[in-house]
Protein backbone atom coordinates (compact mmCIF):
# COMPACT_ATOMS: atom_id res chain seq x y z
CA UNK A 1 0.00 0.00 0.00
CA UNK A 2 1.40 3.49 -0.90
CA UNK A 3 1.78 5.22 2.02
CA UNK A 4 1.38 9.27 2.10
CA UNK A 5 4.99 9.81 3.45
CA UNK A 6 7.58 12.39 2.88
CA UNK A 7 10.87 10.98 1.87
CA UNK A 8 12.61 14.59 1.47
CA UNK A 9 14.06 14.99 4.52
CA UNK A 10 16.13 11.63 3.85
CA UNK A 11 17.34 13.00 0.59
CA UNK A 12 18.52 15.87 1.93
CA UNK A 13 19.94 14.02 4.72
CA UNK A 14 22.37 12.28 1.91
CA UNK A 15 23.17 15.34 -0.03
CA UNK A 16 24.53 16.77 2.84
CA UNK A 17 26.69 13.86 3.75
CA UNK A 18 27.85 13.40 -0.12
CA UNK A 19 26.29 9.96 0.03
CA UNK A 20 24.46 8.69 -3.21
CA UNK A 21 21.76 6.41 -1.40
CA UNK A 22 20.58 5.13 1.19
CA UNK A 23 20.00 0.97 1.57
CA UNK A 24 17.86 -1.09 3.76
CA UNK A 25 18.25 -4.84 3.71
CA UNK A 26 16.23 -7.61 3.98
CA UNK A 27 13.79 -8.02 7.30
CA UNK A 28 16.76 -5.33 9.34
CA UNK A 29 13.73 -2.65 9.23
CA UNK A 30 10.37 -3.69 8.30
CA UNK A 31 8.55 -0.57 9.42
CA UNK A 32 11.51 1.62 7.84
CA UNK A 33 11.34 -0.45 4.53
CA UNK A 34 7.45 -0.33 4.48
CA UNK A 35 7.90 3.51 5.12
CA UNK A 36 10.26 4.73 2.21
CA UNK A 37 8.36 2.06 -0.42
CA UNK A 38 4.78 1.12 0.39
CA UNK A 39 5.64 -2.12 0.64
CA UNK A 40 6.27 -5.72 2.97
CA UNK A 41 7.05 -9.15 2.74
CA UNK A 42 7.59 -12.34 3.80
CA UNK A 43 10.68 -12.75 1.73
CA UNK A 44 13.88 -10.81 1.94
CA UNK A 45 13.88 -8.09 0.23
CA UNK A 46 15.91 -5.21 -0.42
CA UNK A 47 14.99 -1.08 -0.58
CA UNK A 48 16.95 1.56 -2.40
CA UNK A 49 16.54 5.89 -1.87
CA UNK A 50 18.42 7.42 -4.25
CA UNK A 51 18.41 11.43 -6.38
CA UNK A 52 16.54 9.11 -8.60
CA UNK A 53 13.55 7.60 -6.60
CA UNK A 54 13.14 4.61 -4.62
CA UNK A 55 13.59 0.89 -5.75
CA UNK A 56 12.93 -2.45 -5.14
CA UNK A 57 15.02 -5.79 -5.14
CA UNK A 58 13.05 -8.52 -5.11
CA UNK A 59 12.36 -12.17 -5.50
CA UNK A 60 10.32 -13.46 -8.45
CA UNK A 61 7.90 -14.15 -6.31
CA UNK A 62 7.45 -10.97 -4.78
CA UNK A 63 7.90 -9.29 -7.73
CA UNK A 64 4.07 -8.63 -9.03
CA UNK A 65 2.98 -8.13 -5.67
CA UNK A 66 5.55 -5.26 -5.26
CA UNK A 67 5.27 -3.81 -8.64
CA UNK A 68 1.33 -3.43 -8.04
CA UNK A 69 1.01 -2.75 -4.30
CA UNK A 70 4.18 -0.67 -3.69
CA UNK A 71 5.29 3.54 -4.25
CA UNK A 72 8.44 2.40 -5.32
CA UNK A 73 9.55 4.46 -8.86
CA UNK A 74 11.04 0.73 -9.70
CA UNK A 75 10.93 -2.97 -8.83
CA UNK A 76 13.65 -5.08 -10.32
CA UNK A 77 14.14 -8.86 -10.10
CA UNK A 78 16.98 -10.95 -8.53
CA UNK A 79 17.05 -13.14 -11.41
CA UNK A 80 17.73 -10.13 -13.30
CA UNK A 81 21.17 -10.26 -11.82
CA UNK A 82 21.19 -13.65 -12.81
CA UNK A 83 20.95 -14.48 -8.84
CA UNK A 84 20.08 -18.08 -9.03
CA UNK A 85 23.22 -19.00 -11.05
CA UNK A 86 25.41 -16.58 -8.89
CA UNK A 87 24.08 -19.24 -6.48
CA UNK A 88 25.41 -22.39 -7.87
CA UNK A 89 29.10 -20.62 -8.73
CA UNK A 90 29.26 -19.14 -5.55
CA UNK A 91 27.10 -19.87 -2.95
CA UNK A 92 23.80 -17.64 -1.89
CA UNK A 93 25.92 -15.36 0.52
CA UNK A 94 28.30 -14.27 -2.26
CA UNK A 95 25.42 -14.44 -4.63
CA UNK A 96 23.76 -12.24 -2.68
CA UNK A 97 26.02 -9.49 -2.54
CA UNK A 98 26.73 -9.93 -6.23
CA UNK A 99 23.33 -9.24 -6.96
CA UNK A 100 22.73 -6.04 -4.78
CA UNK A 101 26.29 -4.94 -5.71
CA UNK A 102 25.03 -4.69 -9.28
CA UNK A 103 21.85 -3.79 -8.27
CA UNK A 104 23.30 -0.57 -7.03
CA UNK A 105 25.44 -0.01 -9.82
CA UNK A 106 22.44 -0.26 -11.92
CA UNK A 107 21.04 3.02 -10.49
CA UNK A 108 24.23 4.96 -10.24
CA UNK A 109 24.81 4.50 -6.71
CA UNK A 110 28.74 3.95 -5.41
CA UNK A 111 28.12 5.37 -1.85
CA UNK A 112 25.33 4.63 0.49
CA UNK A 113 24.34 4.75 4.10
CA UNK A 114 22.46 1.81 6.30
CA UNK A 115 20.86 1.46 9.01
CA UNK A 116 22.77 -0.01 12.24
CA UNK A 117 21.16 -2.80 12.02
CA UNK A 118 22.36 -3.42 8.22
CA UNK A 119 23.47 -7.30 8.05
CA UNK A 120 27.16 -6.88 8.49
CA UNK A 121 28.14 -9.38 6.02
CA UNK A 122 26.81 -7.88 3.35
CA UNK A 123 27.71 -4.63 4.01
CA UNK A 124 31.40 -6.17 3.99
CA UNK A 125 30.51 -7.74 0.77
CA UNK A 126 29.63 -4.45 -0.49
CA UNK A 127 32.52 -2.65 0.56
CA UNK A 128 34.88 -5.68 -1.15
CA UNK A 129 33.22 -4.52 -4.37
CA UNK A 130 34.08 -1.05 -4.11
CA UNK A 131 31.40 0.53 -2.80
CA UNK A 132 31.62 3.21 0.37
CA UNK A 133 29.02 2.00 3.31
CA UNK A 134 28.12 4.13 5.72
CA UNK A 135 26.58 2.90 9.24
CA UNK A 136 23.85 5.23 10.13
CA UNK A 137 23.95 5.92 14.09
CA UNK A 138 21.37 8.44 14.70
CA UNK A 139 18.68 6.05 12.69
CA UNK A 140 17.48 8.66 10.20
CA UNK A 141 14.70 6.87 8.81
CA UNK A 142 13.62 6.17 12.45
CA UNK A 143 13.88 9.92 13.40
CA UNK A 144 11.97 10.75 10.26
CA UNK A 145 8.89 8.49 10.99
CA UNK A 146 8.48 9.97 14.85
CA UNK A 147 6.84 13.20 12.99
CA UNK A 148 3.62 11.82 10.87
CA UNK A 149 1.89 13.44 8.33
CA UNK A 150 -1.66 14.46 8.64
CA UNK A 151 -2.41 11.62 6.56
CA UNK A 152 -0.63 9.07 9.05
CA UNK A 153 -2.27 10.51 12.09
CA UNK A 154 -5.53 9.43 10.28
CA UNK A 155 -4.59 6.05 10.25
CA UNK A 156 -3.45 5.79 13.41
CA UNK A 157 -6.79 7.42 14.75
CA UNK A 158 -8.72 4.52 12.82
CA UNK A 159 -6.94 1.88 14.38
CA UNK A 160 -7.39 3.79 18.03
CA UNK A 161 -11.20 3.39 16.70
CA UNK A 162 -10.90 -0.22 16.35
CA UNK A 163 -8.75 -0.22 19.75
CA UNK A 164 -11.62 1.12 21.38
CA UNK A 165 -13.93 -1.36 20.11
CA UNK A 166 -12.51 -3.90 21.35
CA UNK A 167 -11.80 -2.29 24.96
CA UNK A 168 -15.59 -1.79 25.09
CA UNK A 169 -16.19 -5.15 24.35
CA UNK A 170 -13.99 -6.69 26.91
CA UNK A 171 -15.34 -4.42 29.35
CA UNK A 172 -18.46 -5.30 29.01
CA UNK A 173 -17.91 -8.94 29.77
CA UNK A 174 -16.50 -8.15 33.20
CA UNK A 175 -19.24 -5.73 33.58
CA UNK A 176 -21.57 -8.03 33.00
CA UNK A 177 -20.13 -11.39 34.50
CA UNK A 178 -21.68 -13.10 37.43
CA UNK A 179 -19.80 -13.48 40.42
CA UNK A 180 -19.36 -16.50 41.88
CA UNK A 181 -17.07 -17.70 44.70
CA UNK A 182 -15.48 -14.54 44.18
CA UNK A 183 -14.60 -15.28 40.17
CA UNK A 184 -16.23 -13.84 37.43
CA UNK A 185 -18.37 -16.22 35.33
CA UNK A 186 -20.38 -16.11 32.11
CA UNK A 187 -22.33 -18.30 30.52
CA UNK A 188 -21.60 -20.80 33.53
CA UNK A 189 -17.87 -20.70 32.89
CA UNK A 190 -15.38 -18.68 34.84
CA UNK A 191 -14.31 -15.63 32.31
CA UNK A 192 -11.09 -15.95 31.70
CA UNK A 193 -8.16 -13.93 30.27
CA UNK A 194 -8.03 -16.48 27.34
CA UNK A 195 -11.76 -15.73 26.91
CA UNK A 196 -11.47 -11.73 27.23
CA UNK A 197 -8.69 -12.46 25.01
CA UNK A 198 -10.28 -13.99 22.00
CA UNK A 199 -13.56 -11.74 22.49
CA UNK A 200 -10.74 -9.09 21.97
CA UNK A 201 -9.09 -10.09 18.51
CA UNK A 202 -12.40 -11.13 16.96
CA UNK A 203 -13.73 -7.71 17.60
CA UNK A 204 -10.27 -6.18 15.81
CA UNK A 205 -10.78 -8.75 12.88
CA UNK A 206 -14.16 -6.96 12.13
CA UNK A 207 -12.74 -3.79 12.62
CA UNK A 208 -9.95 -4.69 9.84
CA UNK A 209 -6.91 -5.24 12.62
CA UNK A 210 -5.33 -7.51 14.41
CA UNK A 211 -2.56 -8.00 17.12
CA UNK A 212 0.06 -10.89 17.89
CA UNK A 213 -0.64 -10.70 21.42
CA UNK A 214 -2.28 -8.68 24.60
CA UNK A 215 -2.33 -7.57 27.86
CA UNK A 216 -5.42 -9.08 30.06
CA UNK A 217 -3.85 -9.39 33.76
CA UNK A 218 -5.94 -9.73 36.83
CA UNK A 219 -4.42 -9.56 40.49
CA UNK A 220 -0.72 -10.46 40.60
CA UNK A 221 0.00 -11.30 37.31
CA UNK A 222 -1.30 -7.30 36.60
CA UNK A 223 1.82 -6.19 38.85
CA UNK A 224 3.93 -7.28 35.96
CA UNK A 225 3.25 -4.67 33.45
CA UNK A 226 3.85 -6.80 30.61
CA UNK A 227 2.83 -10.14 32.07
CA UNK A 228 0.02 -11.29 29.35
CA UNK A 229 -2.25 -12.69 31.97
CA UNK A 230 -3.96 -16.15 32.04
CA UNK A 231 -6.55 -17.78 34.07
CA UNK A 232 -10.04 -16.78 35.46
CA UNK A 233 -10.69 -13.05 36.33
CA UNK A 234 -11.56 -12.26 39.67
CA UNK A 235 -13.71 -10.10 41.36
CA UNK A 236 -12.60 -7.48 43.83
CA UNK A 237 -8.81 -7.15 42.23
CA UNK A 238 -7.31 -4.96 39.74
CA UNK A 239 -7.64 -5.92 36.29
CA UNK A 240 -5.44 -4.77 33.60
CA UNK A 241 -5.95 -4.58 30.23
CA UNK A 242 -3.81 -3.09 27.18
CA UNK A 243 -4.53 -3.73 23.58
CA UNK A 244 -1.60 -2.09 20.85
CA UNK A 245 -3.72 -3.62 17.48
CA UNK A 246 -1.99 -2.95 14.22
CA UNK A 247 -4.21 -2.37 11.09
CA UNK A 248 -4.06 -4.97 8.34
CA UNK A 249 -4.16 -2.75 5.23
CA UNK A 250 -1.77 0.36 6.97
CA UNK A 251 0.43 -1.38 9.48
CA UNK A 252 -0.39 1.76 11.49
CA UNK A 253 -0.64 0.63 15.45
CA UNK A 254 -3.02 1.67 18.05
CA UNK A 255 -2.20 1.97 21.59
CA UNK A 256 -4.56 2.03 25.02
CA UNK A 257 -4.38 0.72 28.57
CA UNK A 258 -7.63 0.67 30.81
CA UNK A 259 -7.73 -0.97 34.57
CA UNK A 260 -10.52 -2.23 36.15
CA UNK A 261 -12.30 -3.72 39.02
CA UNK A 262 -15.67 -5.55 39.22
CA UNK A 263 -16.79 -5.13 42.98
CA UNK A 264 -14.13 -3.56 45.61
CA UNK A 265 -10.60 -3.79 45.14
CA UNK A 266 -9.83 -2.18 48.65
CA UNK A 267 -8.84 1.31 49.80
CA UNK A 268 -5.17 1.01 48.57
CA UNK A 269 -6.19 -0.29 44.86
CA UNK A 270 -8.51 2.35 44.72
CA UNK A 271 -6.14 5.38 45.90
CA UNK A 272 -3.33 3.85 43.61
CA UNK A 273 -5.91 4.33 40.75
CA UNK A 274 -6.84 7.51 41.64
CA UNK A 275 -3.17 8.65 42.23
CA UNK A 276 -2.23 6.95 38.46
CA UNK A 277 -4.87 9.00 37.25
CA UNK A 278 -3.59 12.26 38.94
CA UNK A 279 -0.22 11.12 36.92
CA UNK A 280 -1.62 10.37 33.66
CA UNK A 281 -3.76 14.01 33.96
CA UNK A 282 -0.23 15.72 34.83
CA UNK A 283 1.93 14.13 32.29
CA UNK A 284 -1.25 15.18 29.66
CA UNK A 285 -0.80 18.88 30.57
CA UNK A 286 2.84 19.02 30.61
CA UNK A 287 2.89 18.01 26.67
CA UNK A 288 3.66 20.16 24.25
CA UNK A 289 5.77 20.98 21.26
CA UNK A 290 9.10 22.23 22.62
CA UNK A 291 8.90 20.41 26.00
CA UNK A 292 11.37 17.53 26.38
CA UNK A 293 10.36 13.58 26.92
CA UNK A 294 12.09 13.93 29.87
CA UNK A 295 9.73 17.00 31.45
CA UNK A 296 6.82 15.11 30.82
CA UNK A 297 7.86 11.71 32.35
CA UNK A 298 8.86 13.99 35.02
CA UNK A 299 5.77 15.47 36.08
CA UNK A 300 4.20 11.95 36.08
CA UNK A 301 7.16 10.81 38.42
CA UNK A 302 6.30 14.23 40.74
CA UNK A 303 2.39 13.11 41.39
CA UNK A 304 3.37 9.33 42.35
CA UNK A 305 6.43 10.32 44.51
CA UNK A 306 4.60 13.19 46.33
CA UNK A 307 1.50 9.95 47.16
CA UNK A 308 4.55 7.96 48.69
CA UNK A 309 5.15 5.63 45.81
CA UNK A 310 8.46 4.92 44.84
CA UNK A 311 9.23 5.54 41.11
CA UNK A 312 12.35 4.75 39.09
CA UNK A 313 13.74 8.28 39.46
CA UNK A 314 13.80 8.23 43.04
CA UNK A 315 14.53 4.63 43.62
CA UNK A 316 16.54 2.69 40.39
CA UNK A 317 16.49 -0.28 41.52
CA UNK A 318 12.71 -0.52 42.99
CA UNK A 319 10.77 -3.32 41.92
CA UNK A 320 7.38 -2.12 43.05
CA UNK A 321 5.68 1.43 42.24
CA UNK A 322 6.09 3.16 38.88
CA UNK A 323 8.11 1.33 37.72
CA UNK A 324 8.78 2.33 33.52
CA UNK A 325 8.60 5.30 31.29
CA UNK A 326 5.90 7.43 31.07
CA UNK A 327 5.28 6.31 27.12
CA UNK A 328 6.88 6.12 23.52
CA UNK A 329 6.41 6.83 20.30
CA UNK A 330 3.87 4.45 18.33
CA UNK A 331 3.32 4.21 14.44
CA UNK A 332 4.48 1.74 12.33
CA UNK A 333 6.16 -0.18 15.21
CA UNK A 334 4.16 -0.38 18.95
CA UNK A 335 7.52 1.15 20.03
CA UNK A 336 9.48 3.65 18.40
CA UNK A 337 10.98 7.40 18.41
CA UNK A 338 10.51 9.86 20.21
CA UNK A 339 10.37 8.63 23.98
CA UNK A 340 8.85 9.90 27.26
CA UNK A 341 10.98 9.24 29.63
CA UNK A 342 14.19 10.19 31.74
CA UNK A 343 15.99 10.19 28.48
CA UNK A 344 13.55 11.80 25.97
CA UNK A 345 14.38 15.01 23.92
CA UNK A 346 12.23 17.57 22.40
CA UNK A 347 8.77 16.76 21.37
CA UNK A 348 7.71 17.84 18.17
CA UNK A 349 4.32 18.61 16.19
CA UNK A 350 2.95 15.12 14.42
CA UNK A 351 4.80 13.30 16.87
CA UNK A 352 2.44 10.56 18.06
CA UNK A 353 3.05 9.13 21.80
CA UNK A 354 1.42 6.97 24.45
CA UNK A 355 0.94 8.59 27.46
CA UNK A 356 0.39 5.53 30.13
CA UNK A 357 1.93 6.02 34.84
CA UNK A 358 1.07 2.96 36.24
CA UNK A 359 1.74 1.61 40.15
CA UNK A 360 2.61 -1.70 40.96
CA UNK A 361 2.54 -4.31 43.71
CA UNK A 362 1.93 -7.86 43.96
CA UNK A 363 0.29 -7.42 46.58
CA UNK A 364 -1.87 -5.26 45.35
CA UNK A 365 -2.05 -5.82 41.57
CA UNK A 366 -1.84 -3.24 38.83
CA UNK A 367 -3.18 -0.01 38.17
CA UNK A 368 -2.14 1.53 34.28
CA UNK A 369 -4.03 4.21 32.22
CA UNK A 370 -2.80 4.74 28.90
CA UNK A 371 -3.79 7.48 26.04
CA UNK A 372 -1.98 8.06 22.40
CA UNK A 373 -1.92 11.72 21.67
CA UNK A 374 -0.33 13.63 18.74
CA UNK A 375 1.90 16.11 20.19
CA UNK A 376 0.30 20.09 18.78
CA UNK A 377 2.15 23.14 19.09
CA UNK A 378 0.72 24.45 22.03
CA UNK A 379 -0.49 21.21 23.54
CA UNK A 380 -1.64 17.94 22.04
CA UNK A 381 -4.62 16.45 20.19
CA UNK A 382 -6.15 13.09 21.78
CA UNK A 383 -6.52 10.78 19.65
CA UNK A 384 -8.29 8.11 21.94
CA UNK A 385 -11.83 8.76 23.03
CA UNK A 386 -12.49 6.41 25.74
CA UNK A 387 -13.44 6.73 28.65
CA UNK A 388 -11.16 6.65 32.17
CA UNK A 389 -12.84 4.73 34.91
CA UNK A 390 -12.36 1.49 37.17
CA UNK A 391 -16.04 -0.01 37.44
CA UNK A 392 -16.57 -1.15 34.38
CA UNK A 393 -20.32 -0.40 32.25
CA UNK A 394 -21.95 -2.21 29.73
CA UNK A 395 -22.37 1.14 27.75
Not at 69 to 93: C, I, K, M, N, P
Not at 141 to 156: L, N, S
Not at 377 to 387: A, I, M, S
Amino acid sequence: MELDVDLAPLREHLETDGLDGYLIDDDASDADQRYVSGFTAPDPYQTLVADDGTHLLVSGLEYGRATADSSADSVSRLSTYDYQELVGEHGAYEAKNRAIAAFLEDHGVESIAVPQNFPTGTADGLRERGLSVTVEPEGIVETIRATKTDWEIEQIRSSQRANEAAMARAEELIATADIEDGRLVRDGEPLTSERVTEAIEITLLGHGCALDETIVACGADAADPHDRGSGPLAADELIVIDIFPRDKETGYFADMTRTFARGDPGEEARRRYEVTREAYEAALEAVEAGVTGAEVHGAACDVIEDAGYDTLRSDPDTETGFIHSTGHGVGLDIHEQPSVSPAGGDLEPGHVISIEPGIYDPAVGGVRIEDLIVVTEDGYENLTDYRVGLEPTAE
